[in-house]
């Protein structure tokens, strides 16, 4: 999953936000440098991503992509799913999704000096640019996985997955909303197994 969906699959506790966020950038023995509650939300970024990986709903989706983009189709469907789960937003929160983001932003700044370093690099255009926003626009989409394409080392085409997108919305957002749904319940009885072992 994307920058968003994590966000939101942390429930509200700044902790779990933060390590949900740089777990990426944490490797090996490194997890041990941080606070209990910021490794167990490394940790859930980590089971989130292993269950999104293996979810017949996700292949599906990928199924559309693969034959074009390859094994880049599940950093593609990643970046889908935050521009569905914008567009479903008042479905799964109350909360406004510009105060919700803007909230996020607030909590990650107050965590800024134990940031890995290539996370913090990142971030600072994260929130410059507002990705969490962006992805919610078909330009956005387009925006940012040209800017991914650029960074691969073969032609992934990514910078043409938008136009998939256009083509395709309504069976992605059929599987989207299906797929999230359990996310959302494995994540919050994930987080509670994790604290519980913490």
Do not use: C
Not at 20 to 42: M, P
Not at 72 to 99: G, M, N, R
Not at 174 to 191: D, G, M, N, P, R
């Amino acid at each position: 999953m994307n920058f968003l969906a994590h966000a939101f699959l942390s429930f509200g506790k700044e902790k779990i936000l933060v390590g949900n966020f740089i777990a990426d950038f944490v490797k090996g023995k490194q997890i041990e440098s941080f606070e209990r509650q910021i490794r167990t939300g490394i940790q859930l970024h980590r089971e989130i991503d292993l269950f999104t990986d293996s979810h017949p709903l996700v292949k599906a989706a990928q199924s559309f992509l693969r034959p074009k983009f390859g094994h880049y189709s599940s950093v593609i469907t990643d970046v889908f799913f935050d521009y569905f789960l914008i567009k479903v937003w008042d479905q799964f929160s109350a909360k406004a999704l510009e105060k919700f983001i803007e909230e996020v932003y607030e909590t990650l700044d107050r965590y800024s000096l134990i940031f890995p370093q290539k996370f913090a690099g990142m971030y600072h255009w994260m929130k410059k640019e507002n990705w969490l926003l962006q992805y919610g626009e078909i330009q956005g989409i387009r925006r940012a996985l040209t800017g991914m394409a650029k960074r691969t080392n073969f032609d992934s085409k990514m910078e043409e997955a938008h136009l998939a997108l256009l083509e395709n919305e309504n069976e992605f957002e059929v599987i989207f909303f299906a797929f999230f749904k359990e996310l959302e319940s494995f994540a919050y009885q994930k987080l509670i197994e994790l604290e519980k072992q913490a």
